[in-house]
C-alpha cells in the first residue's frame, strides 16, 4: 500500500533537514572573474558610509549566547554561528551581502524608543515589545515556542518579569506567529481574556496558504534559505531578512480581533494603536500600525532593509507590485510626525526625513520594476529579455535600503510579466517544450556527446561566462549525472556563481545545488509532529482539497467510490465520492449509498494525514470507527499518494 499523503505548510517546511553532514565539495575560491564582476557590481555603492552599521547596533542592552534548542534537542539557533561576519568581505562573499549580513548578524535585545524594545536575532524574525500599562504588547511571538520562549525570558532578564498584555500578528506567514505558545499558554490567553489582533482573513491563510503545493514549496525552499549550508564565508552567510530560521514546535492562537478597515484606531492595554490593513502584497493578510503615543510606525513586513520578492525562490503565488508601491505612498500618509520607524525584520530607522526617504525609496522601486517591465512587454521583450535589460537609475541603485539581498531585480521583473501575461513568452517554440531530460538528451547529442559539452563548458568556465557554463553542464547532468568531471565542473560554477550573488536567495540556491550535486538531496524530511498545534485550526477542506490533488489520477480511471466522514469532535460531516477519476467532497448530510462511513475526530484524522500515525494503527484504534467496507475505505486510500520531500533539483529524477 503507497503510504497516506502527509501535508504541511510550506513555509514551515524550510526546515527539512538533511540528517547527512554536507561533505566537503571542491572548492576554487573566487576566480578572477568573479572578483571582477563584484568589483563592477558595487560601483554605485559608497561601502564606507557607516549610518546603517551604526542602527543595527543602536540601543543594545544585551547579547545573548550560547543556543536555544528544540524539543528533540536538535540546535535551533547558535548565537555564535555567525561570528565570522566581521571586517573586509571575504573574496568568496559579494561586499555588499557582507555589509547587509554583519547588520543583521547584531543579536540581543535593543531599546527602540522610550517603551518600545525589539529582541533581534533570535529568529528569523524579531520579536517587538510595547510597554502598555500592565504589561508587554508583543508583536510577532517569531516561529517556535523554543525561539520566542527564549527571547521573551532574555528580555525579562533584563527588563523585568512583565506579563503578558496582548499579542499582534502582523501577517499571515508563521516565521511571525508560530511561537505565540512560547509566550503565553492558551489557558492563560483564555483566562485572562488577552487581546489577539490580526489582520482581517489571517487564520485562513495562515493555515492553509499553500497547502496544495506544500511538498513542491518544501524542497524547493531549504534553496532559498540554505538551509542544509553551513554558516561559513563560503557557505551561509544570511537570508536577506535575517540569519538562521528556528523551527521547533509551532502553534497558533486564534486572533480575538480582527483589522479589516484601511485605517482602524484600537486602545490596547492604555496604548493607543492606529492599524492600516494592507493585504494582498508581501502576505495574503498583512496590516501595519502607526503609535501616535510613541511617535512610530510600525511596518511589519511591507517595508524591509532590502528589496522584496514579488515571486519567492521557493515558489508562491505572485506578488502585485503595483498594489505594493502604492501602500507605500499610504504608508506615507499615514507616517504623520513619526520619528522612529521598526519593521519586524532587519534593523530600525531614526528621524522623519529618513523614514520618509526610505518608504519613498520602497514606493519608487517596485513601482519603477513595474512600469518598466509592462512598457518593455508592450514592446514585444520576453521576461528573460527584460531581466536583462532593466537596471534601475543611480538614485535607487545607490541606496541599500533597497537592494536586492532577500528579492532580486532580475526575478521580480519575471514575476511581474507572469502576474500579467503569465509564464509563456508568446514564442511559440516555448509553448510546447520537450521535457528537461529528454530535451537535455538531445541537446547532448547534437553536440557530440558529453565530454565534448564539458571541454566546451570548461572553456566558457576560463572566461568567466558562468552563466553559459550552467546551461551547458545542466543538461550533462540531466543526461549523464555520473559524470565526473562535468559535475565537479559544474559545482565550481555554481559556486562562481554564488559568490558574485548580492541576493543572498541566490547565494544559497547556487551552494545549495552545488553541494546537492556532490551529496544528493537531503534523506530526510521536516519533523510534522511538531505542527499539530498549527493543523489543528486549519479547515478541513485544506485536508480535503489537498488528499483530492494527491489521488492517483492514471489509477483511479474506472473506479467509483463514497465515503462519508464525520468528525467527532467538530461535528461536521463531509461526503467523498471518487468519479472520473476525480476526488470531489462536499459538507452536510451523509450520502445514503456510501460504500464505507468514518467517524473520527479532527485531531486523530490531522496526524493521519501529516503522517503521525499509519494506516495499520489507525484501522487497530478503538478512536475511530469504520462502517461498511473496509476494503473500500482502504482501495480509496491506496489511491492517495505521498508526495516526496526530497524529489531531486540539479539532476532528473
Known sequence: MRQLMCLFIPIVCITLNACNQPKVSPQTGATAATAQAMAESIQSLDLTDHKDTEDASRGLIARPSGTIKGPDGQVLIDFSEFGFIQGDAPATVHPSLWRHAGHNAQAGLFKVTDGIYQLRGFDLANLTLIEGKTGWILIDPLTSAETASAALA?????????????????HSHVDHFGGVLGVITEQEARERAIPIVAPAGFMSEATSENVLVGPAMARRSIYQ???????GPTGLVDTGLGKRVGYGSIGILPPTHSIDQPRQSMLLDGVEFIFHN???????AELTFSLPAFNAYGGAELLSQTMHNFLPVRGAKVRDALLWSSYMQQALDQLGTAEVYFGQHNWPLWGHQRIREFITKHRDLYKYLHDQTIRLANAGYTPREIADEISLPQSLASYF???????????????????????????????NLLPPAESASRYIDLMGGSDKVVQAAQKAFDHG????VAELLNHVMFTDPGHSAGKELLIRTYQQLAFQSEAATWRNSYLTAADELLQGPPTQGVKRQHLLELMQHTPTERFLEAMAASLNGPAADGKQLIINLVLT??????????????????????????????KISKLLLVRLLIGAVGVAELMKTDEMELTGSRLDFLSLLRLIEKAPD????????
Not at 278 to 284: D, H, I, K, Q, W
Not at 646 to 653: K, P, R
Open 154 to 170: 532574555f528580555a525579562r532578564q533584563h527588563l523585568g518579569n512583565i506579563q503578558v498584555s496582548a499579542i499582534i500578528y502582523t
Open 225 to 231: 534559505f540554505g538551509k542544509n549550508l553551513s554558516a
Open 278 to 284: 494592507m493585504p494582498g502584497a508581501e502576505a495574503p
Open 401 to 431: 535600503g533597497t537592494r536586492g539581498y532577500y528579492g532580486d531585480l532580475r526575478h521580480n521583473v519575471k514575476a511581474i510579466y507572469q502576474l500579467y501575461l503569465g509564464a509563456y513568452d508568446g514564442n511559440p517554440a516555448t509553448l
Open 465 to 468: 561566462d558562468y552563466r553559459w
Open 569 to 598: 469532535d467538530t461535528r461536521e460531516s463531509y461526503v467523498l465520492w471518487l468519479e472520473n477519476a476525480v476526488l470531489h467532497h462536499r459538507s452536510g448530510t451523509a450520502a445514503a449509498d456510501a460504500n464505507a462511513t468514518l
Open 646 to 653: 526530497n524529489f531531486a533539483i540539479v539532476t532528473a529524477n
